[in-house]
């Protein structure tokens, strides 16, 4: 398989499981060595990280909370000290609780923008410096069709990843001309790891009659992560099987 990332070094949050997982793995397919992360589930990111090696690239975990600022600001000195730079970063991290809105207190509304949001504005601030001084980088967000649209019951989800989409798009203006790209993947429905077969109901509202999986997604991933994707920015990739954004 061409390697068209060999060397480079990718941060992906939330990479114990799912989409994350098989982001981490596919990029380490491409040739680049992964930090792993998660916020609990370490059993999981060492699961993860096998898979990483197996694939002929160095892997490294570093649990924390991508909500936490102390959190984030240990996480990425480690991958920073470990590597010297990040090229590669996806902020796949995110908490999609459900709650009516006017039941919502201040700590259900932070439990979700923090990781989702804040989170990839403090990842971004500490990963781009050595992106623009290589003169190279790319930054991968993650959106939502139904944030997109407004998730009914779930208010802080649609406002964070609306948010993100403008963070993504005020990044891919001031950094283009540096050599780094932005962008943002909207998945559709996607089947969880291990699930074999589609949920029925959900596939048959589908134009392409099934759900996604991981690797849909991480295909996307790894085209927006490669030199291919150089003059792709500030750009929004909806992978949902054909359903209406």
Known sequence: MEKPILGKTAFVS????????????????LGADVIVNGSSDETACAETASLIERAGRQAFVVMGDM???DDVARVTKAALDRFGTVDILVNNAARRPHK???EMTDDDWNSVIDPALTGAFRTARSFLPGMVDQGWGR????????????????APISAAK??????????S???ASR???ANVISPGQIRKDGLEEDDPKRAARIPAGVMG?????????GFLASPEARFVTGQMIAVNGGEET
């Open 100 to 102: 009516p809105f006017l």
């Open 213 to 221: 999986v991981s690797s849909d997604i991480a295909a996307v991933a």
């Open 14 to 29: 939330g990479s114990g499981k799912n989409i994350g997982r098989g982001i981490a793995v596919r990029l380490a397919e």
């Open 179 to 181: 050599g780094v790209t």
């Open 139 to 154: 930054v991968i967000n993650f959106a939502g069709m139904k944030a997109i649209r407004g998730y009914f019951e779930g």
């Open 162 to 171: 609306h948010g993100v989409w403008g963070l993504t798009k005020a990044l």
């Open 67 to 69: 909500g936490h600022a």
């Open 173 to 175: 203006t001031e950094f």
